[in-house]
């Protein structure tokens, strides 16, 4: 029973930074994607391999990155607008299906993703 557990949200002003935690408990592999949304689009995405994706708003702004002995999904958040306020949700794609070769799934698409945490609010004022 794979549970999911996001931290970190709250709220800045604009150009201020946020880290999001989410914690992966009930999976004990270590080889899975993960993904974090923000009311289901996609914000960036990492796959097994620890190589990630990025939508495009956010590109040079967040960074996702993964802890895979503690188990920990992480995104770092810079530079934040009002525009990126939302609940953010991690995600997980256990078969890592979107990091299949030959296929061109796209990881931000939450269709591949199984398993979701309740999410954390992130609010940024002008």
């Known amino acids: 029973h794979v549970e999911l557990e996001e931290s970190g949200g709250g709220s800045v002003q604009a150009g201020g930074s946020l880290s999001l935690s989410c914690v992966v408990g009930?999976?004990?592999?270590?080889?899975?994607?993960m993904a974090w949304f923000r009311e289901r689009e996609g914000v960036a995405a990492i796959d097994s391999d620890g190589?990630?994706t990025y939508a495009e708003s956010v590109k040079g702004r967040f960074t996702i990155s993964k802890d895979n002995v503690k188990n920990i999904l992480y995104l770092q958040m810079d530079s934040l607008k009002p525009e990126d306020s939302a609940m953010y949700s991690c995600?997980?794609?256990?078969?890592?299906?979107?990091?299949?070769?030959?296929?061109?799934?796209?990881?931000?698409?939450?269709?591949?993703?199984?398993?979701w945490g309740r999410g954390t609010q992130v609010t940024v004022s002008s």
């Open positions: 995600a997980v794609d256990l078969g890592c299906v979107t990091a299949l070769p030959g296929l061109g799934l796209d990881p931000m698409a939450d269709r591949y993703y199984g398993y």
């Open positions: 009930g999976y004990p592999y270590k080889k899975y994607c």
């Open positions: 190589s990630p």
